[in-house]
């Protein structure tokens, strides 16, 4: 399977490509983000709705992992 | 400028699919657009190793190379005015006039608050399959998979598929109700068929009946739940908890729309005449949204609708496959109806709004939504109450508030682009 190499927190991975950056987190750590009161969250409803999954792609905040695809040289940064 | 196109379909389902192929038929300049990033919604979406299924791979690939097809990834409706909808991509955001506007929006998972459900590992059940098809890592974990519904089957065997030890479906629903329904499937074929070919892919994953997934636990993320059957409480270990009591139509852009609503137990859902329109001009909807019916009864509507918005004639043949596939969601929700235990399982502490970590108990004040959403925040964030004001509907608290734009968070210069033409062009709808 294809591999793209996309940059998680400053750690550079290997990944198929095809997947979501939600999937290509969740091979590395349990949780995208930190709730308003701390507590650690990931996806939860996998089809955009619940923004538990959001996360800085590429410089932009606020993206929900789970609607987006990898590409090639993606920066990702997670905040949980 | 807007670009203008006879039809727009929003969704990419098999609702949205059928009526851009229909209305392809009729000659019709279609503009076709999904939030996700490729055609196929939820149940026929694309697994990034197994591609779509063969039946929808064949029809996606035929309308998407269409010449008088634009197809939209990745594109949300923000704000909608007369004949022309505010669009919101990756990159940018744009203007888009219609002729007609079909509707094929679907449904969400219904979620509903217990002890630990915002955990990491606890997901949807269709929301694990959705993130499994995605690359969500599954192989050797242990999934329990939860709630209600012909969808566990499916995300079961879409689990089993991606490497997961399935240790159980527990459904809600007790045995009487689940094998009363099965008896009545022979009356839809196509029905039967998909539930004998997910049974026999599961062989081996044990079937619960009348067990309720109560707790959740975990330290930083989801290590074991606790489920009330027939056979008393038990705890189980596993990282994964595939948890959804059914669906809910997706409902805000119609009704941000005006488009007039009926109301599906405590979920409002719209209402269409028989050609699929709705009490607004040039408005039609397709599938899931008008009450949940499955992935045919999307399909026989989404026809209807495209054929009806390009100004064809719609076979009487048609509109009986229509209400045969009608009586089927009849049979479900009648048999899947939800054990009220499952409205009493959070606490005062659970999280009841996961976007703005308000606990049941900080509503406990409040009759309805909006002052709740005033007072605590809850219902504020991101995900614009679609999940807590779901839950909280369904569990009888507040019924669900209206919508009003950005149907969904947009960015400031999307938003510059929708106040800079409504001051100029009329109102916002």
């Known amino acids: 399977m294809t591999q793209v190499r996309i940059d998680i927190n400053g750690q550079v991975l290997d990944v198929p490509a095809g997947i979501s950056v939600a999937a ?57 | 400028m807007a670009e203008r196109y006879d039809i727009v379909i929003v969704g990419a389902g098999p609702g949205g699919l059928a009526a851009a192929q229909a209305a392809l038929a009729q000659n019709a300049r279609v503009a076709w657009l999904d939030a996700q990033a490729t055609a196929g919604g939820q149940v026929w979406r694309k697994d990034f190793q197994h591609g779509w299924p063969q039946r929808a791979e064949r029809v996606i690939t035929k309308v998407l190379s269409h010449p008088n097809m634009t197809w939209m990834p990745q594109t949300q409706v923000i704000a909608a005015e007369q004949n022309e909808l505010l669009l919101q991509n990756e990159r940018q ?61 499916a ?75 027939p056979r008393g409480m038990q705890r189980i270990e596993c990282e994964q908890l595939a948890i959804g009591y059914g669906l809910v139509p997706n409902v805000e852009l119609a009704h941000m729309l005006g488009c007039a609503m009926t109301q599906e137990g405590a979920h409002p859902c719209v209402q269409v005449d028989a050609s699929q329109r709705t009490n607004i001009a040039n408005v039609y909807a397709a599938g899931e949204l008008c009450g949940i ?55 005062p502490d659970t999280l009841i709004c996961r976007c703005e970590d308000v606990p049941l108990q900080a509503l406990k004040d409040y009759d309805e939504a909006r002052s709740a959403k005033l007072a605590t925040r809850c219902g504020m964030g991101a995900c614009q109450g679609r999940v807590c004001g779901t839950a909280l509907a369904e569990l009888g608290l507040f019924p669900r508030s209206g919508q009003r734009p950005p149907l969904f968070p947009a960015r400031l210069a999307t938003l510059g682009e929708f106040a800079s033409s409504s001051d100029t062009e009329g109102s916002i709808s």
């Not at chain 1, 996360?55 to 090639?72: F, K, L, N, S, W």
């Not at chain 2, 399935?166 to 629903?173: C, N, P, S, T």
């Open chain 1, 24 to 80: 290509a987190i969740a091979r590395f750590r349990p949780s995208m983000r930190r709730s308003v009161s701390g507590q650690m969250r990931a996806p939860f409803c996998g089809m955009g709705i619940c923004f538990e999954c959001r996360v800085r792609i590429d410089g932009v905040a606020q993206q929900r992992a789970c609607m987006t695809p990898v590409r090639e040289g993606m920066q990702v940064i997670t905040d949980g």
């Open chain 2, 93 to 153: 955001a744009l203007r888009i006039a219609y002729g007609a506007l079909i509707l094929a929006t679907g449904a969400r998972e219904l979620l509903l608050p217990f002890p630990g459900w915002t955990l990491p590992g606890v997901t949807g059940a269709g929301g694990l399959q959705a993130l499994a098809k995605q690359g969500w890592p599954l192989d050797g974990r242990r999934v329990v998979i939860a709630g209600s519904g012909p969808l566990l089957f």
């Open chain 2, 155 to 229: 995300a079961a065997v879409t689990a089993k598929r991606h490497g997961a030890r399935v240790l159980g479906i527990y459904e809600q629903a007790n045995q009487t109700a689940v094998h009363a329904f099965a008896r009545k499937l022979w009356r839809w074929p196509g029905k039967a068929l998909q539930a004998a070919a997910l049974r026999s892919q599961l062989a081996g994953i044990p079937y619960h009946y009348g067990s309720i997934v109560t707790r959740a636990l975990g330290e930083r993320a989801l290590e074991c739940i606790e489920v009330d059957g």
């Open chain 2, 293 to 347: 019916g499955g992935r045919d009864c999307a399909w026989v509507e989404g026809r209807i609708a495209g054929i009806a918005a390009s100004g064809g004639t719609i076979g009487a043949a048609l509109l009986q496959q229509q209400r045969h596939a009608r009586k089927f969601a009849i049979a479900l929700r009648k048999h899947f109806k939800l054990d009220p235990y499952i409205h009493d399982l959070a606490e």
